[in-house]
């Protein structure tokens, strides 16, 4: 934005341009004179050339020492005879030095176009090629005002095309944008640029009619003066040619482009479809062939399942339905290995440990309480230290992301990006502008209504009030790159505002300024800004800052879906205006709190404007920059209520269905509402313990922290508070068993699979805590704290409330009320009952999962799925529609939908060279610069080339140079001035200060080293005007870093880190905007090892690093590496469960495995949601990829852990044995529990709910439950887990020695080996009773 800054001053440069062709002169006799000297002044001062029809005469030595510069061929021999004087000659030297400040980049088109300049001043032939047309008597004779000059055509078409490429680095724009008036460079041709160079009208440099005749041969008594001319490639007078920047032709051939990467395609299908499509058939086709043609032997003596043991095996190692056979002393199988044996052994220990743990907190229920409620209240306390932080770069962006250091770099050297304030102003209902012209109709879009245009300027002029009643106003927060110590304070006027409204100087009336053309056309302001538009830097164009207004930025909507911005746009066509007030930023942030003021008032104004002053005509669409921070924490507000609600209903299904109904008379009785809702309140405050701890830490939370991870601690706590009671209420007491002893049973039973599950979880998300992006470590630290102290209160404190609420439950009180007590005629029934749900499980859902068809088709429909995930995952979109973050009624949402819609210009990208050149030395200064004599791979050559092939860089526009400006400004004397008493810069246009005595050497013509040092910081302080036109106050007064280091020079300044500003192609999507950055960095890449390279050629040992800089950067970074980043983090995570799940289960691999690939699967599967229901892949989705693993662990390993000790005789009734046992538990616990709250995330005000968390969850939750209750038990059944032999030995003999301790009394005392699991623990009991009545 800066860079276009101070084009202002190019307007006026282009009238000095034609200030030259004014010092024109004329003859009327054949090879003679048709003027010499000067006559008169026209109105505003400009010499007219009086009539003189003889011979040339003799040339002064000063002025033939001006001619000899410019017009060598006039000043051959020793008698030299022009038709100019010597002031003439001194008047065309000033004028056609401000041309040469546009034109002398390239030398070619400056000796092109300088010969026919001197042809008509000064030529000894005038009257054969310049036909007087009109002259007005004056004092001194009578004065030209009116001539024709005779030109050939080649000539005029050859300078055109040499000087029509010439840039204007500060600007990014042509020379001809200024040369060619109101056609611009998009629209300039040969005759319209000549015709303007003479045009008195518009021109206000001319000083008389200049009219310049094409033609190919002889007009009357006219003959065109043939004059030289060459291609801008070729040198000329033994200098350069123009650089690549200047003349195409110049450029260096590019290499050929790489063909884009083709799609994954075979025989015109999708690959990854096709592929799989083999794969699941192929797949399918074997699994059905080994279940229905391969049958076990019938001979085949059947033993413990081995690790390779496969059920669909052909080989004779026993079927499915055979019995396994438990190892003894007589067994003809090996004996168990160490490894399962100390596997048998550990969860030996586990089990027993549990069993007195939860025999202790079941024993001491009040003190177990208190201490628990010490600890969360400790912990707890932190939360008051907790740091909740919003700021979106805080939040995805790795303090050590490349993204990041760049942009504190950028930050702190050139102050950040200025802040925008933006409006978008469409038109409703309103019809096209036909406005009739001399060339013929003009269509106009609708929001150049005269009446509408006017309701824009009064939004405008209300915008500018703001604050100005208390001294708050725009003046003193915007960007006013114009102002100076010299200029005063900054007023309304001074800032910078892209308006179409600046076209017109901000004042009505000249908007309302109507005439007629020669044929009766209606000139108006339709026309102002069609020739406005088409140069903006034209003097009757600027804003009131002084500057342009970019018509590309002030418009919108001009462009057709899939046109590219070109100098050729139809601005006309605008379907929008657009708004933009650019206002200061800082690096120190306390700084930006009156800015952060004005937007707030700027927003509240327009919402208001828009509630109650708006017309039907109109609608409107606004941001600040604080907006997008506000509506975040709006939107997390806005949604509470939502999260609350679905928390209720989760807690409100917690509590009711932990209860059992044995009898009405009993309901309240046997309900369990208040431990479940302290079962709820256990993982609330698991939560606000981990918050707390991390408060103490200083670790800084995130609103994703307060949202999902109480959700994500109900899923797997829940889940074990279920199992937990449930076994509970399924055990039945026994005989002489305490209830502190019966619940220590209980916990023995489930404490592993419980350990097992929190484990795992607890450890993944530990390990995702070594992801470098902020939101996801934060995320994952917090998840992980939570889950184990949620598993250790779970443990402690909601055993003590178990044990309370069965004491409560059996002396028959009341729930909740429990200081009430029923009749004592409703006496607990003594028959355990199994409830509702785990029924269903035993009597139909299982038997109906296990018959051998369901079976079958479970694998290959299971199979389909994951194939079918598979091929679609890589077709996931990576990035975050920027309209997903907001809420449906945030004016921020409406505001990026229509920036998609009507933006057509890019962000800026600016290319950062960082210290380490040698700015002064002519060999650093062509590493960077685009002019002539500068290395054909410079900076600013290599990046106009980038902006030539925007579709593969993204660069729309070139960037500016201040290296080339800064020579470009000390190459003129007018432009360097400072104060004679303390030699400080002075502005130029004080005329009282002295001139700097800038030394240029070299056949570069540049400033030598002490002049670069010295001057530069005046370049960088001087303001541009027509003048001087380069100074680089407003387009690099920051952007450019010095310092004055030397002490023995104190006045020279060492140049440190400087930018080369571009911009960016329009992006609209995530991807074009994670592309332009890849693109950025490539380009910065090669910059950084042409200029090391180069200085290792020097032999030179610095090294320069080259960095582009974006304000998006920083946001877009973490999707370049997003799918290395998920598969990370996913492999991590499963890792993680394998290894705990390996020891937790006793070095038992294979059960690990089991584990492991289904969690895979469904992980597998989500992503095949993601692409179905239109998820993006970002960092939102990756926390809830990672939650979707610890979730999944709750799916699984709870079955595969009572699958893995099961006893029963074959896989098949081991799985659902399994899944009887587990399958209600996990399918109340977690799969109902979630399924409420869920759906009502559904009708959240955020979208990004919407998106990511009711879709996602929703598919965790169903998937889940879909993997761990139909495929993992189909799984089991077929494949099975190695039977652990260590512990079936240890099992078997300890069954032994007590049935025969027992004697068959007591009852219960038959064991066959399909009910030791379930009544293993009574045999121990009674064991231990008859050793005491023994002692």
């Given at each position: ?7 202002h001053l ?15 002169g004329?003859?009327s006799?054949?090879?003679h004179?048709i003027?010499y ?14 009539v003189y ?15 000899r510069?410019?017009?060598?061929e ?15 000659t001194k008047?065309?030297?000033?004028n ?11 030398p ?15 030529s ?7 036909e007087?047309?009109?002259?007005e008597p004056?004092?001194n ?37 200024i040369m060619c ?12 640029w ?12 001319v000083?008389?009619?200049?009219t310049?005749k ?5 007009v009357?008594n006219?003959?065109p ?31 050929p ?5 083709a ?6 299908l ?11 058939i192929l ?27 496969q ?15 438990v ?12 490894l ?8 030996s220990k586990?089990?027993?440990?549990f ?10 229920p ?9 600890v ?6 932190g939360?008051?230290?907790?740091k ?5 770069v ?20 050139f ?5 925008t304030?933006m409006a ?16 013929g ?10 009446t509408?245009m ?10 500018k009030?703001i604050?100005?009643s ?6 003193h ?11 005063g ?11 179409v ?41 600027l ?15 001009f462009l ?6 070109s100098?050729?746009?139809n ?28 937007e ?7 919402k208001?404007?828009t ?28 949604d ?17 269905s932990?209860?059992?109904?044995n009898?009405?008379?009993?309901l ?8 479940g ?18 408060g103490?830490?200083?670790?800084p ?15 797997v ?25 019966h619940?220590?049973r209980?916990?023995?039973q489930?404490?592993p ?5 929190s ?9 995702g ?15 992980g704290?939570?889950l ?20 409560r ?8 009320f429990?200081?009430?007590?029923g ?20 009597s ?23 194939c ?13 529609d920027?309209?997903?973050s ?8 409406k505001?990026?939908?229509?920036l998609k819609?009507?933006?057509n ?11 380490g050149?040698?700015?002064s030395q002519t060999e ?19 990046l106009?080339?980038a ?5 593969e860089?993204?660069i729309g ?8 400006d800064?020579?470009d400004?000390?190459?003129i004397?007018?432009?360097c001035?400072?104060?004679?008493n303390?030699s ?6 004080d ?5 700097c ?13 002490t002049?670069f040092q010295?001057?530069t ?9 027509s ?6 106050h407003?387009?690099?007064g ?10 023995k020079?104190p006045k ?26 890849r693109?950025?960095?490539k ?7 042409m ?11 610095e090294t ?12 877009y970074?973490?999707?370049?590496t ?5 598969l990370k ?14 020891l937790?289960?006793g ?21 095949g ?37 099961s ?19 996990v ?11 869920i ?64 004697g ?9 080996y ?17 050793n005491?009545?023994l002692?």
């Amino acid at each position: 934005m800066a860079s276009t800054l101070h084009l202002h001053l190019l307007p006026l440069a282009l009238l000095a341009a034609a200030a030259f062709s004014l010092q024109i002169g004329l003859a009327s006799s054949e090879g003679h004179c048709i003027w010499y000297g000067e006559c008169s002044k026209n109105a505003l001062g400009k010499g007219r050339n009086c009539v003189y029809n003889g011979p040339a005469k003799p040339l002064e030595p000063e002025g033939q020492e001006i001619l000899r510069e410019f017009c060598p061929e006039l000043v051959q021999g020793n008698d030299v005879r022009t038709c100019c004087s010597l002031n003439q000659t001194k008047e065309f030297s000033s004028n056609i030095k401000i041309a040469a400040n546009f034109l002398k980049r390239c030398p070619t088109c400056m000796d092109n176009f300088a010969h026919h300049l001197c042809a008509m001043t000064c030529s000894p032939h005038q009257s054969d090629f310049i036909e007087v047309v009109k002259t007005e008597p004056s004092p001194n004779g009578d004065a030209i005002t009116s001539m024709n000059v005779y030109l050939t055509k080649k000539y005029m078409v050859g300078v055109f095309d040499s000087c029509k490429q010439v840039q204007m680095p500060s600007t990014g724009q042509f020379a001809m944008d200024i040369m060619c008036g109101s056609w611009g460079a998009s629209r300039c041709t040969a005759d319209r640029w000549f015709e303007y160079l003479g045009d008195a009208k518009e021109n206000l440099y001319v000083p008389f009619q200049i009219t310049y005749k094409g033609v190919d041969g002889p007009v009357g008594n006219y003959t065109p003066v043939k004059l030289p001319v060459f291609p801008c490639s070729v040198s000329v007078n033994n200098g350069t040619a123009c650089s690549c920047l200047d003349c195409e032709a110049s450029c260096p051939v590019p290499p050929p482009k790489p063909p884009a990467p083709a799609p994954f395609v075979v025989a015109g299908l999708d690959g990854y479809a096709l592929i799989m499509l083999l794969v699941f058939i192929l797949g399918s086709l074997l699994f059905l062939g080994g279940v229905f043609c391969c049958t076990p032997s019938a001979n085949n003596t059947v033993g413990i399942a081995s690790d390779t043991e496969q059920e669909l095996s052909c080989a004779p190692t026993g079927g499915i339905d055979q019995p396994d056979r438990v190892e003894s002393e007589d067994s003809p199988l090996p004996p168990s290995t160490l490894l399962e044996r100390l596997g048998a052994n550990t969860e030996s220990k586990l089990e027993e440990f549990f069993k007195w743990w939860g025999t202790f907190c079941a024993e001491r229920p009040w003190l177990v309480l208190f201490f628990g409620l010490c600890v969360v209240t400790a912990l707890g306390h932190g939360i008051k230290y907790m740091k909740v932080t919003t700021d979106p770069v805080e939040l995805w962006a790795s303090p050590n992301s490349r993204a990041r250091l760049e942009r504190q770099y950028f930050d702190s050297h050139f102050e950040p990006f200025y802040r925008t304030e933006m409006a978008i102003i469409k038109a409703v209902g309103l019809p096209d502008i036909v406005h009739n012209t001399s060339s013929g109709p003009i269509t106009f879009g609708p929001v150049f209504n005269k009446t509408f245009m006017k309701t824009v300027f009064d939004l405008q002029e209300k915008i500018k009030a703001i604050g100005q009643s208390d001294g708050t106003g725009l003046e003193h927060v915007c960007f006013a790159p114009l102002t100076s110590p010299f200029s005063g304070p900054p007023q309304t006027e001074s800032c910078v505002i892209q308006s179409v409204w600046g076209y017109y100087q901000d004042d009505m009336e000249i908007f309302d300024e109507s005439e007629e053309d020669p044929l009766g056309f209606e000139i108006n302001y339709l026309d102002h800004f069609k020739a406005c538009s088409q140069n903006p830097y034209n003097p009757n164009c600027l804003a009131p800052y002084g500057g342009p207004v970019d018509p590309a930025v002030a418009l919108g909507g001009f462009l057709q879906p899939g046109e590219v911005l070109s100098k050729e746009a139809n601005y006309e066509k605008a379907t929008a205006i657009i708004l933009t007030f650019i206002v200061n930023n800082y690096h120190n942030k306390t700084k930006t709190a009156p800015a952060m003021e004005w937007e707030k008032k700027f927003i509240d104004l327009l919402k208001n404007w828009t509630k109650t002053e708006m017309p039907p005509y109109m609608d409107i669409a606004f941001t600040s920059e604080r907006s997008i921070e506000d509506e975040l924490y709006r939107e997390s507000q806005s949604d509470v209520m939502t999260i609350l609600v679905s928390y209720i209903i989760m807690f409100a299904y917690i509590a009711i269905s932990l209860g059992q109904l044995n009898s009405c008379s009993r309901l309240l009785i046997d309900s369990k509402i208040t431990l479940g809702l302290g079962g709820v309140f256990i993982v609330l405050a698991s939560v606000a313990c981990s918050v707390g701890l991390f408060g103490f830490i200083g670790l800084p939370a995130t609103l994703i922290i307060i949202e999902v991870i109480p959700f994500l601690v109900l899923a797997v706590g829940v889940d074990n508070i279920f199992i937990l009671v449930q076994t509970h209420q399924r055990e039945a007491r026994r005989a002489n068993e305490t209830v502190a002893e019966h619940i220590g049973r209980t916990l023995g039973q489930v404490g592993p699979s419980m350990l097992l599950t929190s484990v795992s979880e607890s450890c993944c998300f530990f390990l995702g805590g070594l992801s470098d992006m902020p939101a996801v470590r934060a995320f994952a630290l917090y998840a992980g704290m939570a889950l184990l102290i949620d598993f250790l209160l779970q443990i402690t404190s909601f055993v003590s409330l178990l044990a309370l609420d069965t004491l409560r439950q059996n002396s028959n009180r009341y729930d909740i009320f429990c200081c009430m007590r029923g009749d004592k005629r409703e006496t607990a029934v003594d028959d355990v009952s199994d409830g509702m749900l785990f029924k269903f499980f035993k009597s139909i859902y299982a038997p109906f999962l296990m018959t051998k068809t369901v079976r079958a088709g479970v694998m290959v429909v299971f199979f389909g799925w994951l194939c079918s995930s598979i091929a679609v995952a890589p077709h996931i979109e990576i990035g975050l529609d920027q309209e997903l973050s907001m809420p449906h009624d945030s004016h921020v949402l409406k505001y990026f939908k229509d920036l998609k819609s009507y933006l057509n210009i890019g962000p800026p990208v600016y290319f950062v060279v960082g210290e380490g050149l040698d700015y002064s030395q002519t060999e650093s200064q062509n590493l960077l610069c685009g002019g002539q004599y500068c290395n054909s791979d410079s900076v600013s050559t290599q990046l106009y080339l980038a902006s030539q092939s925007g579709a593969e860089t993204y660069i729309g526009r070139p960037s500016s140079s201040w290296i080339d400006d800064f020579m470009d400004w000390s190459s003129i004397d007018e432009c360097c001035r400072y104060f004679p008493n303390n030699s400080s810069f002075c502005p130029h246009s004080d005329r009282n200060c002295s001139k700097c005595e800038i030394v240029l050497t070299g056949k570069e013509n540049r400033p030598n080293a002490t002049g670069f040092q010295m001057y530069t910081p005046f370049f960088l302080q001087d303001n541009p005007d027509s003048s001087c036109a380069k100074a680089g106050h407003a387009a690099y007064g920051q952007g450019v870093n010095y310092d004055y280091k030397d002490r023995k020079n104190p006045k020279l300044a060492t140049i440190g880190a400087s930018y080369f500003n571009a911009f960016h192609t329009v992006l609209k999507t995530s991807q074009d905007y994670y592309e332009a950055l890849r693109a950025a960095r490539k380009i910065s890449a090669n910059l950084t090892e042409m200029i090391n390279t180069n200085l290792r050629k020097q032999g030179k040992n610095e090294t320069v690093t080259v960095f582009p800089y974006s304000v998006f950067y920083v946001f877009y970074e973490q999707y370049l590496t997003m799918w290395p980043d998920t598969l990370k983090s996913m492999g991590i995570s499963v890792l993680a469960i394998f290894v705990v799940t390996f020891l937790l289960m006793g070095f038992d691999t294979f059960s690990s495995l089991v584990v492991v690939i289904t969690i895979t699967m469904i992980v597998v599967n989500i992503g095949g949601l993601m692409y179905w229901w239109n998820i993006t892949l970002n960092a939102v989705s990756l926390v809830n990829l990672v939650m979707a693993v610890g979730i999944a662990v709750e799916f699984c390993s709870h079955l595969v852990h009572s699958f893995s000790v099961s006893v029963e005789g074959t896989r098949l009734l081991r799985a659902t044995d399994a899944l009887t046992k587990m399958g209600s538990s996990v399918f109340s616990g977690i799969t109902l529990t979630k399924f409420g709250g869920i759906i009502v995330l559904g009708f959240a005000k955020s979208q990004i709910f919407q998106v990511f968390y009711f879709r996602m969850y929703l598919g965790i939750v169903l998937f889940g439950a879909a993997h761990g209750l139909i495929f993992l038990p189909v799984l089991l059944s077929y494949i099975g887990i190695t039977r652990r032999r260590g512990r079936l030995v240890c099992r078997s003999r300890h069954l032994s020695d007590s049935t025969r301790l027992l004697g068959g009394t007591h009852g219960r005392t038959h064991v066959t080996y399909s009910s030791i699991n379930q009544h293993e623990p009574q045999l121990h009991h009674h064991a231990a009773h008859n050793n005491e009545i023994l002692h």
